[in-house]
């Protein structure tokens, strides 16, 4: 059936398979269309805005998604996750007669949240949403990796700066969706490949520049092959120390990419399934960066252990007969959840209710719970009684079905993920009912450094006590003195942008997480795929780009 998104106004299909899902897991059909839904949920999602702030509780400083103004308690990681407090102690009981999203933000804003997500990490304070990190700074949702730096959705990782869902790579730099890759610069969509510089769509290639769709290739340079002597001689003469350089070879190299076929769709190993970047998976659809996904649909950004019956999820790890859930592993049964750890299960309208909380209704930080709302303890038998109250309540005022109000959420638009993915501007925002957060711009100061040497053999160690401004949003940013090795030891020049501001380049490189039917561009099957039309790649199925790269 057709419905049409209460917030877009855009028509949008719920097929008969989304309406068995939805009365399984006994919801009505959703109100806003899937674009809509996925940018409410990531408005609650907070991963790279930091901030220095005291803990609510021992009043040490600390590192925080939250800034000192937030309304509700902020607890550094110690005590959060200490015996120090018990989220049970703000039970309330609940008012049949008030909203329960009214009610559910007066607990939210009692209840501790805990500073950032960071666990079991050694020496890496400036991260968030990671886990077992060692010697990192500025990661982001990045996990088990080591001496590594600005990186974000990249995992097993070791000396590794600036790149996006990078796996089991070592030395290497502004690399993108790359796997098994090596002492490496400015790769996408490779696989063990080492000693290459700008490549795109290669496979096993050693010592490579400037290519795209290689297979098992060595001293290649433009998709041209050459002897190990000449391809040596033009590389020294790239001089790929300098900044001025390299933004030259960026420019180009883009363009010498639309003289060459992509691939409609990344996938790998799967089975009627539709997005991008999808591994390991069957019938998984409208999906984006996931793998080992059955019957999923509309999710994102899902790793590590299997999710199956599952619809609307973002970062998650391990999930069975859910819907409308950020964040956290292993949880099953459940609906519209903003999870850390290790469940909750069989639960409802929950906030960080970790160490598998089971049967809990409108709660928020419970750790080890069965048979609570509003964070108070029910005996089964009263816990469903009162559970089927609640429903029938938000049944009747239309609160049932729909995920947490955007107005509740504690950040602003701009420091969410969805202004990376579903970008606004501060009036469009605010008419969709977010939140906006003022950047401090009065905070910024000039640079205490003039003139930055174009090569990094002209920077001395002093660049570390420099104050930089970003050239494009001004922002100050410093260099990190393992950050300095780094780029010497790569022989790459010091970056002229902020952290964010490189970030946000580097998603540009990626395509948007959003479907365009189109067709092949060699053999006109109709195709779905991430590329516009009007986009000036050449865009293949993936039958005519096999024969193409083979």
């Not at 009505?28 to 930091?50: D, G, I």
């Not at 252990?305 to 970062?315: Q, R, S, T």
Request: net charge neutral; hydrophobic share 30%.
């Amino acid at each position: 059936m057709k419905k049409i998104c209460a917030v877009s106004g855009v028509a949008f299909e719920i097929t008969d398979g989304d309406m068995k899902f939805y009365e399984t897991m006994g919801v009505p059909a959703p109100t806003l269309c899937p674009e809509e839904r996925m940018r409410r949920r990531l408005a609650w999602r907070n991963e790279r805005k930091l901030y220095q702030r005291k803990c609510s509780l021992c009043g040490k400083r600390i590192i925080s998604i939250y800034d000192k103004n937030t309304k509700f308690p902020v607890y550094c990681e110690d005590c959060w996750w200490s015996d120090k407090w018990d989220a049970q102690n703000f039970g309330q009981d609940f008012d049949l007669s008030c909203s329960f999203f009214k009610q559910f933000l007066d607990l939210f804003n009692k209840v501790p949240s805990i500073s950032l997500w960071n666990i079991a990490s050694q020496n890496s304070e400036f991260n968030n949403c990671c886990f077992n990190n060692k010697n990192c700074y500025m990661n982001f949702t990045t996990d088990q990796s080591e001496d590594s730096y600005y990186n974000t959705s990249s995992d097993g990782c070791k000396d590794v700066v600036d790149c996006y869902e990078a796996r089991s790579c070592e030395l290497c730099y502004e690399c993108l969706d790359c796997k098994s890759c090596y002492d490496s610069k400015f790769l996408q969509n490779c696989k063990n490949c080492q000693d290459s510089t700008f490549l795109k769509n290669c496979i096993g290639c050693n010592n490579c520049f400037g290519c795209i769709n290689l297979r098992n290739k060595q001293f290649y340079f433009l998709n041209e092959e050459l002897t190990k002597e000449v391809y040596q001689q033009k590389i020294e003469k790239l001089c790929l120390e300098k900044y001025s350089q390299i933004q030259e070879l960026k420019r180009s190299f883009q363009q010498f990419l639309l003289k060459f076929p992509h691939k409609c769709s990344e996938f790998e190993n799967c089975e009627n399934c539709t997005g991008n970047y999808i591994r390991n998976s069957k019938n998984a659809h409208h999906c984006y960066d996931i793998q080992n996904a059955f019957d999923a649909k509309y999710c994102t950004y899902v790793t590590y252990f299997p999710v199956e019956n599952v619809m609307d999820l973002y970062a998650i790890g391990g999930a069975k007969n859910c819907l409308e859930i950020i964040a956290g592993p292993e949880i099953t049964n459940s609906s519209f959840i903003i999870g850390i750890k290790n469940g909750p299960h069989e639960s409802n309208y929950c906030v960080s209710c970790i160490n598998n909380c089971h049967n809990c209704f409108g709660c928020v930080g419970l750790k080890h719970a069965q048979y609570y709302i509003f964070n108070k303890q029910y005996t089964k038998e009263a816990y469903f009684i009162l559970r089927e109250k609640i429903i029938a309540h938000m049944k009747q005022i239309g609160e049932w079905g729909e995920f947490f109000p955007i107005k509740f959420s504690p950040f602003g638009y701009n420091e969410t993920v969805a202004q990376e993915y579903f970008p606004l501007t501060q009036e469009e925002a605010l008419k969709r009912g977010y939140k906006w957060t003022e950047l401090k711009k009065k905070d910024y100061q000039s640079a205490t450094i003039t003139t930055i040497p174009d090569s990094i053999d002209d920077i001395k160690d002093t660049i570390c006590d420099e104050v930089l401004a970003c050239e494009y949003c001004s922002k100050n940013y410093k260099i990190q003195k393992e950050e300095l090795k780094f780029y010497r030891k790569m022989k790459l020049p010091i970056p002229r942008l902020c952290p964010d501001c490189r970030h946000l380049a580097r998603t540009k490189l990626r395509n948007p997480r959003k479907l365009f039917d189109r067709k092949c561009d060699n053999c006109s099957v109709p195709i779905q795929t991430t590329f516009a039309s009007e986009r000036q790649e050449q865009v293949f199925c993936e039958k005519c780009y096999l024969e193409a790269v083979n």
